[in-house]
């Protein structure tokens, strides 16, 4: 813990912007956009979540993927902050545990991966902050 937090007796930094919550306090229109977006989940659909900045999308977004049972999802939460699209790709890889190592394309272990089968959890990939994307990276998952 820092010195502020310690000499004030502070549990979380001043001067942070986020720190962690145990339980999201929903307005009743955001519990049904968390329903929404489970039931869309639940059928393989996809989604975009918008707002103004601040408006409390990316808390929902992680609210959604504590929300979703892990024995049934496998959650891929990447905060995309202007990479190229392989490394987008690798770090979904990562986080979904695909193996990145070897000479098969990322792009076709990750798409073999999606396939929904009774054996495996269904993949979800929750992109923050991809109001900032770039062209390449909206064809990537235009691909997946």
């Known amino acids: 813990m820092n010195t502020v937090c310690t000499h004030f007796g502070l549990r979380h930094s001043p001067f942070s912007d986020t720190f962690p919550l145990k339980e999201a306090h929903l307005t009743r229109a955001e519990t049904a956009d968390l329903e ?3 039931n869309l989940i639940g ?3 996809n989604f975009a979540l918008t707002g103004e900045p601040g408006s409390g999308k990316s ?3 992680r609210t959604l993927a ?3 049972d892990s024995k049934s999802f496998r959650i891929a939460c990447v905060p995309y ?3 190229k699209p392989n490394a987008v790709l690798r770090e979904i890889c990562e986080k979904l545990k695909i193996d990145t190592a070897g000479r098969t394309p990322l792009l076709s272990r990750l798409h073999k991966s999606l396939a929904r089968s009774a054996e495996a959890p269904y993949a979800v990939i929750i992109l923050d902050e991809a109001h900032e994307r770039s062209a390449e990276v909206d064809l990537l998952f235009a691909l997946l």
């Open 59 to 61: 808390m929902l977004l």
């Open 36 to 38: 929404r977006m489970v």
């Open 81 to 83: 902050a202007g990479q």
């Open 43 to 45: 059928e393989g659909k």
């Open 66 to 68: 504590e929300k979703l």
